[in-house]
Structures are given as C-alpha cells and as structure tokens.
C-alpha cells in the first residue's frame, strides 16, 4: 500500500499517463484488475485511520455473500425489479438474448455492438471470480455489481457525509507534520509539496503554497488552515436573519421601505423579549402577591441600569440627522422625556388621578427613580446595590454594540428596541404592579404616561426609520441591531428569574471534575429503546454527552459516528481519552444553546464536511438526556430549532428530561406548576448526587417542539431512579424536504414543472415575453445613470444607489417573470432589450460602456426576479471562448463557458453543496456561426423515460453519482499552485466520492434534474472507474429523449435574456467559430435563487 504522500510517478493517474507515452500493462486477469482498482479506495479509507469496512463488504460480495443490509433500498428493489422482468421474459439470468429484447422494449437505438460485453466486464470487475465465458448473468451477480465501488461508495456514510475526505486530509496533514507540533513549517510543506506534486518544487511553487496555506499569515500552517484549504467545500452563508425572517425582507427590489418596517415590527411584537412568561407570570402575579411584589423590585432595581441613557441616545441621534422635519418630531419627544407636556396631555393625566405638579417639569427618569424608591418603602428593602452584573451584561452589550453602528444602531435602540415594544412590556408591569402591590395611577404614573406617550413617539420615530431604510446594507444593520437587542432582553428576563430564585449554584458545573453526571446514572437504556429502529448506519448527535457514554453505546449497536457537545470540557476530555473510544467518535466542548454555530466553528475537530449537510440536515438521530433540564425555556427553544435544522429528513430526536409534574418544590403539588417556569429548583437525584433544574411545564416542552417543526413521535413517562419519574420524547423530523421561510436552494424541492403538447408546438407563445415599454425605460435611465455615476454591478447593492421607487413597473413584471419560472413553464426568454441605445444615449460611447451599460441593466432585472449568487464565479459571469478546449482530457477544471465546444444537455452547478434555482444568459453578441442555444424540459423527460425503462435501470438516474470538481472562480484549469493541490490524486478520489447525488431527485409533484453527462464520465475516469454499463444505457435514453423533447433550437440574439428553471429545464449548445473581423459571441450568466422571494410574495398575498 503506498504511503500517504506518495510519488504520484508511480500512480496510475491519467494526468502522469498523459505527460509520458504509456506503456502497455502484462495481460492480467480480471480478479488481478479487481484487486488493484479496489485497493485505492481501500487504501485511502485505511490510511485515513477508518474501518475499511467498505472493503470487507465487499470481498463478502465477491464470496456471493451480498446481504440486502449492506445494500441501498434503491439497488434492493433494482434487484427485485430484474428478477421479474427476467420471469417475464421466461429467464433465470440475463443473457445476450434477454438483453437484447430489453434494448428493444426500450428502444434503444444506439449501437450495441459490445454492450452486452461490457457488462459483462463490469461483473467481471465487480467479482473477480465471475466467469465471463458463461455469457450470463445470476441475480446474484447483479447484487455483486451493485456491491462494487462505482454503486457502493457513492451510498457509504464515511463518503458521501465527507467523512473518508477529512479524515484523510488530516492523516494528510499528520504525516507532513514531522516534528508532531501540529504546525506544519516551511521545510515541512516543501517535503509535502515534493512528494504530493510528484517532482521537486521550485522556490516560487513553494512561496506560493506556504503563502495560500498560511491563511493567518503567522508563518506555520495549522490543521484547521490546511483542511480548509484542501477542502475547497462550498459552504452556504449562514443567514443573519432569524428563521422567523425571509431574506427578500432585505432587498430593495422586493420589499418597499414600508414593508420592510411592518415586517420588522410584526417580528419584534410577536418576540420573546417583548412576551416572555416572567412578564404573563409578573402580570397576573402568578408568583403569589408578595414575592411577586419582590420580584418586581428586583426586576426594575435591574432595570434601572441601562435604561439612564435614554436621553443621551436622543441627543446623540439628533445630532446625526440633517432632516428637519425629522428633527423637529424628535425634539418633540425629547421634551416630553423631560417632562415639558401640552396642556391636553396634563388635563389627561389629572382625569386618571395623576396631579399636574407631580409630572411638570419632573424628566422621566427621575420618575422611575421616584418609582423605585417607592417600592423600597413599601417593601422595606433595597436591591440597587446588590443587583449582579451578569443580569444586565447582556443588554448593556447589545446597546453597546449596536451604538458603533451610529444613526442605524441609535434607530434600532430607540425605536425596535425601546419605543415600539415599551407600552406592551409595561403593560405587563403596570398589570403586576397594581395586583401584587395596589399601586394607584398616582404612584404608577410613571408607566401609565409611557403606554400612553411612546405610541406617538414611536409613530414620530417610525417616520425616521422608514427615511433611513433604502438600502440593503441599511435594512441589515437594523434587523441585526433589533434582534441582538430582543434577545438581550429575553436574556435579561431569564437572568432576572435566576436572581429571583433561591439556588445559588450553577446549574452546571462547567469546570466539573467529577465525572458523574445525571445522564451516566439513568436513562440510558430509555433512550436506546426509542433509537432501536434507527441506529445502524445512523450518524448521531448526543448534545450535552458528558463523558461519552451513550455515544459509545450507540456506536457499538450500530451507528457509524457520533459526534457529542458538551459544555464541560473536563467531561469532554474524560470522553475523548476513554480507552473504548471509537475513530468516528467525536468531541468537542459547545454550549448546547448555540449549537448550529458549535457544531460549524468545529467542522474540522469533528469531520462534519461544511456544505450541504448543513443546509440539508447531517444527523439521523440526535439524543439529549436530561439537558433541558440544565437550560432556560429560551436556551431550550434555540437548542431545539438548531437541533431541527441538523437533522437530515426524517431524522429523529429522542430527549429525556425529569418529569415536570413531579418535580420537587414546582410540580402540580406545589401549586406552583405555571408560575415557577424558569425557575430552579433543587433535586436530589440519589443519596450521593445533587442537581438544580429549571423548572417547566409539559407545554414548554411540546411547544418548543411544534415550533421548530418536530412531529411528536412517542411520549413515555418513566421510573428511572426509586424517587424520581422522567419523560421521555421522541421527536422525528419530516421526510419531506418542504419549503419553509427562509428556504435555500439545497432544502428546498422545486415544485415539477411539465410542458404541454400545445406550448411544445407553439413555444414562441409559450416562453418568450416581450419587455414592456415603462419596464425598459426604467433600465435604461438606471443603467446609465449607475454607468455615469461610476458604480459598478458588484456595488450596486452595497451602494443603494438606486430608490425603491425607481423600478414600479420593472417590479411587478418581475413578480409575473418569477411565477413563470417557478409556477408555470420554467422557461422565459425576454425580448425587446435594445442595447445599442446605450450608444444612442451617448453619442461618445465605446464598445466597452454599451457592454457596461448592458450588464448593468441585465443584472437590476435578475436581481429583481430573484438573489443573484455571486459566491462561486461572480455575480456575472462572461460566456466567451478562452480558446480552452473543455472536451480535451488534458485540460482540467475547464469550464463549458469558456470554451467553443458543444455543450451537451445541461444543468448548471456540478457541485453537490450548491445549486441555483434558475440561470440566466444576456446575449450581448451572437455567435456568427453556429451556438444555437437548445432548450427541453426534464421533468417531462423524466415521466417519459420512467415509462420506458424498467426500474432496475432507472434506478441508475435516482442513486448517487459522482460528479467531478470544478473550483471556484474563473474555470479555465489549473492555473495556480493551490488548485493543483486540492486536486491531487488521492484527494480527488476522496472530493470526488463526496460529490455524488442523483440525476433525479422526486417527491410528490416535486423535482429536481442535475445533470451534465460529462461531469459524470470525468469523474469516473478520475477515481478509475469504468462507468457502469446500466448507467450508460440510462443516460443514452435519457439523452434521446431530453432531444426528442427539444423545443427551442435557435440563436440568441443581441439584447435577448434567456432564462431557465435550473431544476426542470435542460438547456445545451452547439458547438460555435468566431468570426475574424467580427464580434466575439458573448453571452452574461447569472445565477439566481428565487425560491425565497417567491415565498415572500407569497406571504404577502
């Protein structure tokens, strides 16, 4: 087996068989071929450090052992789909004969000369004791086959989760690092670079690499720089947006400034920091009327911490305005926060029994001070001096931070985050004062004149913000700004309810060093019987796992990795030097109420591959036992929705808490069940071990779970100590990959879109749409105005160059543009986009400024229709021939748009951790001959082809299949010393083995179609496959037909905008010349998502 960096010279790569004429290998026979082709993936698997367990499954398979449980239910019902077509045609094996007669029922018209041979060699490869004399072929040589790596690999956990990619990478790094300090210095990436590229290095290869390695620029590579680097993955951003929030809120294009503010308020009114339980609880005086009385001291003693400023932050955000309209309402306001009121407001105040000489003159925080005090006397007690500083840490931290945001942060704090929410939170206050303490509007006159007075200071503030909210970069800043405040003041409540409490120890010890704990003593054997049916193969998440325990157990009954958070490292530590640990047991030290961010800041400690798993879900189960117990109701609500979104479809949490009726001192005994929630409570687990618990009712528990979207599964009430009771819960997650508010574009299953006969024999009707007239005149006016002003296309959101009301007519017939794509045919080409009156607007115009111009244009329209993705290749992307030929073996990572080749049927996007919802081409010049460009529609391909091929077959376009890897960015080859890195041999097989989805993916009138034929036949090349016969069979009709279904053939021409549902429609290209002494053919792609602007106008309507 050869080393980890071993000398690619003696590799079998096609790249070092092409730089030397190849030398003819000694005839082997076909177990000799079998045994070298499957050890690379073995090999790789084994010097990763995991279980080649892969390889053992399949010498089984060689030996005819092949078990449905080491095989896919895809290839399970192939195989039984075979056995009764082979009873069909009166066979027990596939022969010549009866393969023959399938090519003829499907009407396969291809040459099939040495077809039949061909798969008889892929059972050959697949076992290398199938004698292929016999001309037949078993059942059970087809469940060889699809045991072989090309079938099995691509459905392997360890491959397909990226768990046999970082693995490697990091033995990769291991091995470099020769003196075991965990860096890898300058000598040490030489020798790497020596024996990875195969040949000495020069001091530029060298400088280059260290510098691309060296992302921190300290001077030595570490792990988490080096795995990164290699990786390459495509990694979605994470939305700064609550899931409550769809990202369209944010773009001018979509949403007017009025919308946006409404849509921020609903936010804010419907939030925990503006409803939380202590403020229903202080309202009703649920806690009994003193200690309610003494908690609202408490809480407004806190209170009055940060809320001094008030009056400072008006002064700083008039001095930030230049409006005077809007300095004038807010210098109203401040008047009033110093107690300076018209007569109508005093005459008010005297009806509700509140004397005029009490409030005139007097500023509003002296009566809060006044308030306060107040309570002091009635109470006989004073909490100013003894309040922590961890119950206002946060709160002050989110003024702080959004204050260096300036007039947008001063706007978020004043407004969202103080006058808009005050009159409902005081109501609540006010409520509690008057129950618990009998507060007259005299005393309480402090709140009775801020319910009233802040609904016309917000109604003053609110013109303000609408002023200030034109841009994207604006609307962020604020929508940042009022969310980090909601949750410093739901913080605030629960911190508030802690103070209250009479526990004085944590409720976890996170610097614990006795390694026993609730979840090591009970319930282990609970939560194993709910995983039963779930566990083998699974990859599992045990959030708060303590020393490891329950991961290790689920390991041993069948899962194939557990990764456990727990916020105590020493617990942490304890389970990651356990003697039984397990190569795919990870660790790392997280708080469980930021576990998403955790579990993605430590990709690299735990091999979780960055990138779809994300996006889509990584874990089939997760397990907590006795966590939420440890946590507030709102850490337990973020831990469960993050625990939500990491699960995969279908996926299942099993939790297990102390039952909250028969806690001690808050269950129903104690009367106390609503009031006490969030409050700790001690619990005596066994004579030796102690532990405080939140309290919470059993709705908290059941709402947390319905609002993330969990579908209560199971729910059992247990015994598991002599003393104690417990509940235990079983969550699952839908199978459906179903749209959701702020859906992307890997969560989200378009919606099938097939065309009829009519609009396939009439599509000039069918797709193409004219622009209207008001519609171009705003693009041209817009574009000329950016292109003079200087503002290029990638500034043009930053910038919010332009007012909302700039596009009302570009806007709705976007909105019918996007239906078409997403709802109707998926297919639009727009026509009557005159570019040369760019030209015509200014006489003095070059070549250069129309293109500008053009591009300029183009992209306002994309952006309105949908988000233009610029994270892979730009927001724009040039279609020019780079006079690369894409189709020839020796160029690597070249692109189709940068070249003159045929494009066969297509999808765009090869990689499996990104995809575009549609894609759009400006034709700024044609070709002269010809790039015809060629559309079909895949979705009506899939219904016609899952008609004509048997399923085994079909099966072939449904399984995972590997794609090869196309970096990031330009796309015309290996140009630099990084990418031929990350695109070493060993490494490819390994990204590539990751890369691998199905053609078709399908649910319930949903779709998704990804496909270029090409990509798949590189790929297999690459990690020195053959490529399955039954595969080539399957894409051969599929080809026919997507071509029988073509519709469009034509030429784009100057100013026509092409644009496809990249899910439902194929799209193609001939091969074209550019003419000398002409214009270059030149086409603009963008990519777009559209999937979450349509479920924003949805909401709307």
């Keep these: 087996m050869p080393p980890i960096l071993y000398d690619k010279t003696t590799d079998r790569a096609a790249s070092a068989a092409q730089e030397q004429e190849p030398k003819p290998e000694p005839a082997q026979p076909p177990a000799a071929k079998t045994l070298r082709r499957r050890s690379e993936f073995a090999g790789l698997l084994a010097q990763s450090g995991l279980r080649a367990s892969l390889y053992l499954e399949r010498k089984n398979s060689i030996n005819g052992n092949v078990s449905k449980s080491n095989m896919s239910e895809g290839a399970i019902a192939a195989i039984d789909d075979l056995t009764l077509q082979l009873k069909f045609w009166g066979k027990s094996s596939l022969d010549e004969e009866a393969f023959n007669l399938l090519l003829d029922d499907i009407g396969y018209s291809r040459d099939r000369d040495g077809l039949f041979d061909d798969l008889l060699e892929d059972i050959g490869y697949a076992n290398p004791f199938f004698d292929v004399t016999s001309r037949t072929i078993s059942v059970d040589n087809m469940r060889q086959m699809y045991a072989s790596e090309p079938y099995r690999i691509p459905e392997q956990a360890v491959f397909n989760n990226g768990e046999a990619l970082m693995s490697f990478v990091e033995a990769l790094f291991r091995t470099a690092d020769v003196t075991g300090d965990n860096v890898l210095d300058y000598d040490e990436v030489k020798q790497m670079l020596r024996k990875l590229l195969g040949s000495e290095p020069t001091q530029e290869v060298i400088d280059e690499a260290f510098k691309a390695l060296d992302v921190d620029g300290d001077g030595q590579v570490n792990v988490e720089e080096f795995k990164s680097f290699m990786l390459k993955a495509n990694v979605n951003d994470v939305s700064d947006l609550s899931s409550d929030f769809n990202e369209a809120i944010l773009s001018p294009s979509h949403s007017s400034d009025l919308k946006f503010v409404t849509e921020l308020e609903k936010y804010c009114k419907a939030h925990r920091g503006v409803n939380h339980h202590l403020l229903q609880n202080l309202a009703t005086a649920a806690f009994g009327k003193k200690e309610t009385a003494d908690l609202l001291l408490r809480f407004l003693s806190a209170y009055s911490k940060f809320n001094s400023n008030f009056i400072s932050n008006i002064n700083a955000l008039l001095e930030m305005l230049d409006d005077l309209y809007h300095i004038e309402v807010l210098s109203e306001n401040l008047e009033e926060e110093m107690g300076h009121y018209d007569e109508e407001t005093l005459v008010e105040g005297e009806k509700m029994g509140i004397k005029r000489e009490s409030i005139e003159g007097i500023p509003h ?65 006010l409520d509690g004062l008057r129950l618990s303490m009998g507060l007259t509007n005299e005393e309480a006159k402090f709140f009775i004149l801020h319910i009233d007075m802040d609904k016309d200071h917000a109604d003053s503030l609110r013109e303000i913000i609408i002023a200030n909210c034109r841009t994207k970069a604006e609307r962020l800043v604020l929508v940042k700004c009022t969310r980090l405040l909601l949750e410093a003041r739901v913080s605030f409540y629960d911190s508030v309810l802690k103070y209250g409490s009479e526990m004085s120890e944590p409720v976890f010890d996170v610097h614990a060093t006795d390694q026993r704990c609730f979840s090591d003593i009970a319930s282990r054997s609970n939560i194993l019987h709910m995983c039963r049916d779930h566990i083998k193969g699974a990859t599992v998440l045990d959030v708060g796992c303590g020393t490891g325990h329950l991961s290790r157990e689920l390991l041993n009954r069948g899962a194939t990795k557990t990764v456990g958070v727990d916020i105590s490292s020493d617990m942490i530590e304890a389970a990651i030097v356990h003697p039984g640990k397990n190569r795919t047991e990870y660790y790392v030290v997280g708080d469980a109420a930021q576990l998403k961010l955790e579990l993605l800041n430590t990709t690299n400690q735990t ?394 993916v399908t649910q319930k009138g949903r779709m998704r179609f990804r496909y270029m034929r090409h990509w798949i036949e590189t790929a297999h090349q690459k990690v020195h496959w053959r490529l399955p016969t039954m595969l080539r069979i399957a894409m051969d009709v599929l080809d026919d037909t997507l071509t029988e279904g073509c519709c469009f053939h034509e030429r784009l021409e100057r100013g026509d905008i092409l644009i496809c549902n990249n899910s439902c429609v194929a799209h193609g290209r001939d091969a074209f010349q550019d003419v000398p002494g002409q214009p270059s053919r030149h086409l603009v792609r963008a990519w777009m998502q559209c999937h979450g602007v349509d479920l924003y106008e949805a909401s709307k309507r």
Excluded at 392 to 406: D, F, N, R, V, Y
Excluded at 912 to 935: A, E, Q, T
Aim: glycine share 6%; proline share 4%.
């Design 365 to 429: 925080r002296q009566l809060f001070i006044e308030l306060v005090e107040l309570l002091e006397t009635k109470l006989a007690r004073s909490y100013l001096k003894f309040i922590p500083d961890y119950i206002c840490e946060k709160l002050t931290h989110a003024i702080e931070e959004s204050m260096k945001h300036g007039k947008l942060g001063l706007l978020a704090i004043l407004y969202f985050g103080s006058e808009m929410i005050v009159p409902q939170i005081y109501s609540y206050i």
């Design 607 to 1000: 091999n979780l591959m960055p990138g779809a798993g994300f996006d889509m879900g990584v874990f089939d189960i997760t397990v907590a036992s006795f966590l939420f117990n440890c946590m507030s109701i709102t850490e337990m609500n973020q831990c469960v929705g993050d625990i939500h979104s990491l699960l995969k479809p279908g996926g299942h949490f099993i939790f297990i808490v102390p039952h909250p009726a028969f806690i001690s001192g808050c269950g129903i005994e104690s009367r106390k069940y609503f009031a006490d929630r969030d409050r700790l409570s001690e619990q005596q687990i066994n004579d030796e071990l102690k532990t405080n618990t939140y309290c919470k009712t059993l709705q908290d528990y059941t709402d947390a779970a319905i609002t993330s979207g969990f579908e209560i599964v199971q729910l059992e009430e247990v015994r598991t100590t002599p003393t104690a009771t417990s509940l235990i819960v079983k969550l699952r997650k839908s199978g459906e990959i179903a749209s959701r508010n702020n859906a992307n574009a890997l969560n989200m299953l378009p919606k099938k879109l097939t065309w009829s006969k009519a609009a396939m024999k009439h599509p000039h009707n069918a797709f193409i749409v004219n622009i209207p007239v008001e519609v171009k005149e705003e693009l041209y006016e817009a574009a000329m105005s950016a292109y003079e002003d200087g503002v290029s296309v990638d500034e043009l959101d930053a910038a919010g160059y332009f007012p909302v009301d700039s596009f009302s007519a570009l806007r709705s017939f976007s909105v019918s543009v996007r239906n078409s794509l997403l709802h109707e045919t998926g297919l639009v080409l727009l026509k009557g986009l005159d570019l040369d009156t760019f030209s015509a607007m200014d006489e003095l115009a070059d070549p250069d400024q129309v293109v500008a111009c053009s591009k300029l244009a183009y992209y306002i329209i994309c952006s309105h229709i949908g988000t233009v993705d610029g994270s892979v290749r730009g927001k724009l992307f040039d279609v020019k021939n780079n006079h690369i030929n894409a189709m020839d073996g020796k160029n690597d990572n070249v692109l189709f748009s940068v070249s003159d080749c045929e494009a066969s049927w297509h999808t765009d996007g090869a990689s499996k951790d990104k995809v575009y919802d549609c894609v759009g081409l400006l034709c700024i010049n044609p070709s002269r001959v010809g790039g015809k460009s060629k559309i079909t529609n895949s979705c009506n391909a899939f219904d016609q082809v899952e008609n004509i091929l048997p399923q085994f077959i079909m099966h072939e376009l449904t399984r995972p299949i590997p794609r090869d890897i196309l970096e990031n960015g330009k796309g015309r080859g290996n140009d630099n010393i990084g990418t031929q890195l990350s695109r070493a041999d060993s490494i490819m097989h390994l990204r590539i083995s990751y890369n691998s989805y199905p053609v078709y």
